[in-house]
């Protein structure tokens, strides 16, 4: 078992502090053998633009505070009631390369939902975990992004990660295109939107056992 340091931040953590976090852990396990991060945290209402955003896709730019970010994908949103899920992953000792981690990191929130009996699911050429909410009898086809997944590697060190909604407000999306949302039929929900009373705390429970079917055991590390 590797030794990986569980976080959870029970007040919401301003984004530039997180990201400067990420940044000084990828290169501590690079250059000093640090531990892996799992951090799992809120922020306060803000969107982020990837290295594909397009100025379009930014519809509201005074609603929220706005930070480019060296992640991939396009804009995302974060606040309060969606549980973000950072990872630092050394995908070096791993003997990973970064197509399966992003396949894993897919996985670990496939499996996470599984837990609330939510069947997420997977779209080539969209990024994110989808929830197919189409109606009976032939109703017209409507899906909904329910968690996004941005990464970026550095010296075969990974992290940002993943963002889960478990009850953010979803009105909050309208200001942005959000990655993978842009065609008719597409939106976006959370799990309490799909009528589940989930807790923040379940979520995390439910991620916590995920990630140790996905990435394997590991031993809490104390942080440094």
């Given at each position: 078992?590797?030794?990986?340091?569980?976080?959870?931040?029970?007040?919401?953590?301003?984004?530039?502090?997180a990201?400067?976090?990420?940044?000084?852990?990828?290169?501590a396990?690079?250059?000093e053998?640090?531990?892996?991060?799992?951090?799992?945290l809120?922020?306060?209402?803000l969107?982020t633009?990837g290295?594909?955003?397009?100025?379009?896709?930014?519809?509201?730019?005074?609603?929220?505070?706005?930070?480019?970010t060296?992640?991939?994908?396009?804009?995302?949103?974060?606040?309060?009631?969606?549980?973000?899920a950072?990872?630092?992953?050394?995908?070096?000792?791993r003997?990973i390369?970064v197509?399966c981690?992003?396949?894993m990191?897919e996985?670990?929130?496939?499996?996470a939902?599984?837990e609330?009996?939510?069947?997420?699911?997977?779209r080539?050429?969209?990024?994110g975990?989808?929830?197919?909410?189409?109606?009976?009898?032939?109703?017209?086809?409507?899906?909904?992004?329910?968690?996004?997944?941005?990464?970026?590697?550095?010296?075969?060190?990974?992290?940002?990660?993943?963002?889960?909604?478990?009850e953010?407000?979803?009105?909050?999306?309208?200001?942005?295109?959000p990655c993978?949302?842009?065609?008719?039929?597409?939106?976006?929900?959370?799990?309490?939107?799909?009528?589940?009373?989930v807790?923040?705390?379940d979520?995390?429970?439910?991620?916590?056992?995920?990630?140790?079917?996905?990435f394997?055991?590991?031993?809490r590390?104390?942080?440094?």
């Amino acid at each position: 078992m590797r030794p990986v340091e569980w976080r959870i931040s029970s007040a919401p953590v301003a984004y530039e502090a997180a990201l400067a976090e990420m940044e000084a852990r990828a290169a501590a396990v690079r250059d000093e053998g640090a531990p892996e991060l799992v951090w799992l945290l809120e922020h306060p209402p803000l969107y982020t633009a990837g290295t594909s955003a397009k100025a379009e896709d930014l519809l509201a730019p005074e609603r929220f505070p706005v930070f480019k970010t060296g992640r991939g994908g396009q804009y995302t949103y974060h606040g309060p009631g969606q549980r973000v899920a950072y990872a630092v992953i050394d995908l070096k000792a791993r003997d990973i390369d970064v197509r399966c981690y992003v396949h894993m990191l897919e996985a670990w929130v496939i499996r996470a939902l599984a837990e609330f009996a939510v069947e997420g699911e997977r779209r080539a050429g969209r990024v994110g975990i989808w929830v197919d909410r189409s109606g009976s009898g032939g109703a017209p086809v409507k899906e909904d992004k329910i968690a996004a997944i941005g990464v970026r590697v550095r010296r075969w060190v990974a992290f940002h990660g993943l963002a889960l909604n478990v009850e953010p407000d979803l009105s909050h999306f309208e200001g942005i295109v959000p990655c993978g949302v842009g065609e008719e039929g597409l939106g976006v929900t959370s799990l309490v939107d799909l009528g589940l009373p989930v807790t923040m705390a379940d979520a995390d429970l439910a991620l916590e056992r995920a990630f140790t079917e996905v990435f394997g055991p590991f031993t809490r590390a104390p942080a440094p």
